[in-house]
Antibody, heavy 121, light 106 residues
Framework: QVQLQESGPGLVKPSETLSVTCGVS?????????WGWVRQSPGKGLEWIAN???????YYTPSLKSRLNLSFDTSKNAMSLRLSSVTAADTAIYYC??????????????WGQGTMVTVSS | DIHMTQSPSSLSASIGDRVTITCRAS??????LHWYQQHPGKAPKLLMS???TLHTGVPSSFSGGGSGTDFTLTINNLRPEDFATYFC?????????FGQGTRVDI
């Protein structure tokens, strides 16, 4: 059974870099599918952040692109998100997710439980 | 960016009711439209993909339709566990964009 599990720092100071990891169990992350990140600010809606194909091709939302980096850590079978120069507006629950199709970014069919990251001094 | 507008933003219903939520795209997205359900404190769950394809394990009381710019999600015979917030998502083009959500209350 495939499972996704996010982990993060909980609290990040303004102007620093937010780093969140999505550990995957039950499937090799570089074998197939598209993987991505979505965030949800407190009491707000959902915002797509980025996708990465199993081959490492990335797709970033334009509003965050200059601050974003997605990568795989194959030794841990995990995906990492790094967001630099954070502000309070980056406070959110960060979810990782997997596509439904193994070779096309159709939609997010599988989600982790999310990790809350607060940006505050 | 493609803007997704859901309506209503919230609604009140009773057990056994039928409710319909709509999602409108700012431009044609064919059927690259998906519906999610989210309970408080939980991750979103996929209900429907490609506008009308029921995801594995989702009850047949849920149905979806539409293409182009206008889409609907219908829930028949509302059950207690259906009271949640529902979001649409377009994946026709990046950046993927979500609707603002529809909260279904008792």
């Amino acid at each position: 059974q495939v499972q996704l599990q996010e982990s993060g720092p909980g609290l990040v100071k303004p102007s620093e870099t937010l780093s969140v990891t999505c550990g995957v169990s039950g499937y090799s992350i570089t074998s197939g599918y598209f993987w991505g990140w979505v965030r949800q600010s407190p009491g707000k809606g959902l915002e797509w952040i980025a996708n990465i194909s199993h081959k490492g091709r990335t797709y970033y939302t334009p509003s965050l692109k200059s601050r974003l980096n997605l990568s795989f850590d194959t030794s841990k079978n995990a995906m990492s998100l790094r967001l630099s120069s954070v502000t309070a507006a980056d406070t959110a629950i960060y979810y990782c997710a997997r596509s439904g199709s193994s070779d096309w970014p159709d939609c997010f069919a599988m989600w982790g439980q999310g990790t809350m990251v607060t940006v505050s001094s | 960016d493609i803007h997704m507008t859901q309506s209503p933003s919230s609604l009140s219903a009773s057990i056994g009711d039928r409710v319909t939520i709509t999602c409108r795209a700012s431009q044609s997205i064919a059927t690259y439209l998906h519906w999610y359900q989210q309970h408080p404190g939980k991750a979103p769950k996929l209900l429907m993909s490609a506008a009308s394809t029921l995801h594995t394990g989702v009850p047949s009381s849920f149905s979806g339709g539409g293409s182009g710019t206008d889409f609907t999600l219908t829930i028949n015979n509302l059950r207690p566990e259906d009271f949640a917030t529902y979001f649409c998502l377009q994946t026709f083009s990046t950046p993927w964009t979500f609707g603002q959500g529809t909260r279904v209350d008792i």
